[in-house]
């Protein structure tokens, strides 16, 4: 089992930056694709970014593409979200996931394990 802890999340303006961390451990995070969904307050999860085990296949939502950017530093166990030009409605928790396959799926039900969550805030 690998177990997966979120980080980086926090308050932000409109208009700014951050990179959110998942952090693996009890087993390396290369035998995984790894996925981020997020769920904002009274919505179901959404998926957010997918990056295969490899690192050598992204996937994002559609309506994300350009301002997200998954990557993986498997060396550090570690995946990686940046999201730019964040808008308010980027407001949520923001969840990792492990998937045991090669590519990250974008349905929740793939995924055996995930992290606690992260709360991203962005005001206008």
């Known amino acids: 089992q690998v177990q997966l802890v979120e980080s980086g999340g926090g308050l932000v303006q409109a208009g700014g930056s951050l990179r959110l961390s998942c952090a693996a451990s009890?087993?390396?995070?290369?035998?995984?694709?790894v996925g981020w969904f997020r769920q904002a307050p009274g919505k179901d999860y959404e998926f957010v970014a997918g990056?295969?085990?490899?690192?050598?296949?992204?996937t994002y939502a559609d309506a994300e593409k350009g301002r997200f950017t998954i990557s993986r530093d498997n060396a550090k166990n570690t995946v990686y979200l940046q999201i730019d030009s964040l808008k308010p409605e980027d407001t949520a928790v923001y969840y990792c996931?492990?998937?045991?396959?090669?590519?990250?799926?974008?349905?929740?039900?793939?995924?055996?394990?995930w992290g606690q969550g992260t709360q991203v805030t962005v005001s206008s």
């Open positions: 996931a492990a998937y045991s396959g090669i590519y990250a799926p974008r349905t929740r039900s793939g995924y055996q394990n």
């Open positions: 009890g087993r390396t995070l290369i035998f995984y694709a």
């Open positions: 990056v295969s085990r490899s690192g050598g296949t992204t």
